[in-house]
Nanobody
Framework: VHLEESGGGLVQAGGSLRLLCTAS????????IGWFRRTPGKEREFVST????????SYADSVRGRFTISRDNAQKTVSLQMNNLKPEDTAVYYC??????????????????WGQGTQVTVSS
């Protein structure tokens, strides 16, 4: 599974962005997809994940109520709608695929495939 993120950019605090993770390769619908982020000097942290069917999701406490994850298996995409962005959301955002992942896949070791990342910058 090859993953590619898009949709990052610069936005003011309170604004919105929609990130897209596009997959190529077979059996996309077999994989749970997660979003993680990393800021300089910090470890990559969990943001959100969605199971293979889209029927199960989970979020980090820091983004719950502001971010929404969804997927379209026919299009092989997973989106992360980010609303009410804060400067502390500034990071490189990565999507990742987990063959065994479900809503409990909140650690990066659960994921086998990763995209290259997309930069999100939120100005105050």
């Amino acid at each position: 599974v090859h993953l590619e993120e898009s949709g990052g950019g610069l936005v003011q605090a309170g604004g919105s962005l929609r990130l897209l993770c596009t997959a190529s390769g077979r059996a996309f619908s077999n994989y749970g997809i997660g979003w993680f982020r990393r800021t300089p000097g910090k470890e990559r942290e969990f943001v959100s994940t969605i199971n293979w069917s889209g029927g199960g999701t989970s979020y980090a406490d820091s983004v719950r109520g502001r971010f929404t994850i969804s997927r379209d298996n026919a299009q092989k995409t997973v989106s992360l709608q980010m609303n009410n962005l804060k400067p502390e959301d500034t990071a490189v955002y990565y999507c990742a695929a987990s063959f065994t992942g479900g809503v409990g896949a909140t650690n990066e070791r659960h994921y086998e495939y990763w995209g290259q990342g997309t930069q999100v910058t939120v100005s105050s």
